[in-house]
T-cell receptor, first 114, second 116 residues
Framework: NAGVTQTPKFQVLKTGQSMTLQCAQD?????MSWYRQDPGMGLRLIHYSVGAGITDQGEVPNGYNVSRSTTEDFPLRLLSAAPSQTSVYFC?????????????FGPGTRLTVL | AQKITQTQPGMFVQEKEAVTLDCTYDTSDPSYGLFWYKQPSSGEMIFLIYQGSYDQQNATEGRYSLNFQKARKSANLVISASQLGDSAMYFCAMRHLSGSARQLTFGSGTQLTVLP
């Protein structure tokens, strides 16, 4: 059971480049989300999805796009990378129903924008 | 608006002693869940313990327990018999259970160092 997987683990971009961070889960979770973690701060929500075809913005959505064509995959697209997007990105998933909606996190992607 | 406050940026504890990591929260929703995650230096986020707002008893998971004081809006993590491997960043988080959002709101974290 792979859980939540993310690729790549590390990435260096130049300002203005675009790229897609991949996230996949094999637990049949309806809910998936993307967070970023900056030094000295907790995780902040970028975008989330409650099911295939449904996405919504979180706390810091600017500069990022998402789509959810399948239950398993939830890619995050950086449209035009900026140095302010240098961060560690985490993907997470959980069941939507039920009181104990524990979110399981992927290993993270460390992104540097030069 | 949801808010999580962790007032201890760093904590030290002697090996085998107990330590309490503080967490206070602010919400007007009666239905919510509180979570603690551990982030070791390797970077992954590890789920530790969960407390529901309607749970009558404090949650426990092995050496971890959650001191839940609903009226004070606090959810402190207690680690008993600290081990060197407990050295990590610890995050408190809250999730509303009503509505479709389900997003976690995180505190800024507490860096715990266990001393030999």
């Amino acid at each position: 059971n792979a859980g939540v997987t993310q690729t790549p683990k590390f990435q260096v971009l130049k300002t203005g480049q675009s790229m897609t961070l991949q996230c996949a889960q094999d637990m049949n979770h309806e809910y998936m989300s993307w967070y970023r973690q900056d030094p000295g701060m907790g995780l902040r929500l970028i975008h989330y999805s409650v099911g295939a075809g449904i996405t919504d913005q979180g706390e810091v959505p600017n500069g990022y796009n998402v789509s959810r064509s399948t239950t398993e995959d939830f890619p995050l697209r950086l449209l035009s990378a900026a140095p302010s997007q240098t961060s560690v990105y985490f993907c997470a998933s959980s069941y939507v129903a039920g009181a104990k909606d524990t979110q399981y996190f992927g290993p993270g992607t460390r992104l540097t924008v030069l | 608006a949801q808010k999580i406050t962790q007032t201890q940026p760093g904590m030290f504890v002697q090996e085998k002693e107990a330590v309490t990591l503080d967490c206070t929260y602010d919400t007007s929703d009666p239905s919510y869940g509180l979570f603690w995650y551990k982030q070791p230096s390797s970077g992954e986020m590890i789920f530790l313990i969960y407390q529901g707002s309607y749970d009558q008893q404090n949650a426990t998971e092995g050496r971890y327990s959650l001191n839940f004081q609903k009226a004070r809006k606090s959810a402190n993590l207690v680690i008993s018999a600290s081990q060197l491997g407990d050295s990590a960043m610890y995050f408190c988080a809250m999730r509303h259970l009503s509505g479709s959002a389900r997003q976690l709101t995180f505190g800024s974290g507490t860096q715990l160092t266990v001393l030999p």
